[in-house]
């Protein structure tokens, strides 16, 4: 399976069902599941305006973030170029559904754009959070 690594706390947002849209200055036709990869990177004052919709949403976002590992997964189901989402910013926005947060991060080194994740990796990935579901 692929993967994409997302800086925090997006990661986190996307896995945990909150965000239902990747922004990236690129397009993609990639449809399917992906591995979501929290970078080793934060930028504490990035997208101010979402940051803005965090708080006004009453968004908890933990203090402590993994990174540099693998969280969970999500589904592309599409790609815009606009979007009505709170999250979007643009230019184009990979949109997401079905995100599972796994309870125990995996650690993985990440990658730039989509990268193939090690299949020796898949026997690591513990136990899963489906959003939503108990």
Not at 29 to 51: K, L, N, S, T
Request: include cysteine.
């Amino acid at each position: 399976m692929r993967a994409l690594s997302i800086r925090q706390p997006w990661a986190w947002l996307v896995v945990n069902g909150y965000k239902d849209i990747e922004n990236r200055t690129w397009s993609t036709e990639f449809r399917g599941r992906i591995y979501v990869h929290a970078g080793q990177r934060m930028v504490p004052d990035d997208y101010p305006e979402q940051r803005e919709y965090i708080e006004a949403a009453g968004i908890v976002i933990p203090s402590l973030l993994a990174r540099g590992s693998i969280i969970g997964e999500v589904t592309i189901t599409g790609c815009r170029s606009a979007s009505d989402s709170p999250w979007f910013c643009g230019p184009y926005g990979f949109l997401l559904e079905d995100p599972v947060a796994y309870e125990t991060p995996v650690p993985y080194r990440g990658q730039l754009g989509f990268f193939a994740v090690d299949e020796n990796f898949i026997g690591q990935v513990g136990s899963a959070t489906e959003y939503g579901k108990e």
